[in-house]
């Protein structure tokens, strides 16, 4: 008989990051800012890095300056590939 191969596939759990919101003009999208801290190689000082996603908001219930946790989806769009888990922090803005 020939031996079945058996493929194992990982299953890993979606990536989560917390940001803030820095745009939400699009009607249920928001922009992200996701800062991270990088040590120089040389000099070895942790330089300020920042990179900003596209997140889904089917409510569009996220403001300007919101604190945020998004996670890793499959491509929504063109560039929208995270979707929001959670508003962990309102901003002072919007609160007023």
């Known amino acids: 008989m020939a031996e079945v191969a058996q493929t194992s ?32 190689p040389l000099y070895r000082k942790y330089i300020k890095r920042t990179t900003k996603v596209h997140a889904d ?19 929504i769009s063109k560039t929208k590939s995270w979707r929001l888990v959670e508003i962990k922090e309102k901003s002072q803005e919007a609160a007023s």
């Open 9 to 40: 596939k990982k299953v890993t759990k979606p990536r989560t990051l917390t940001g803030v919101v820095k745009s939400n003009k699009m009607q249920g999208s928001v922009v992200v800012a996701v800062e991270r801290l990088e040590k120089h």
């Open 57 to 75: 908001d089917p409510k569009n219930e996220c403001q300007q300056g919101d604190i945020v946790v998004v996670q890793e989806c499959k491509p």
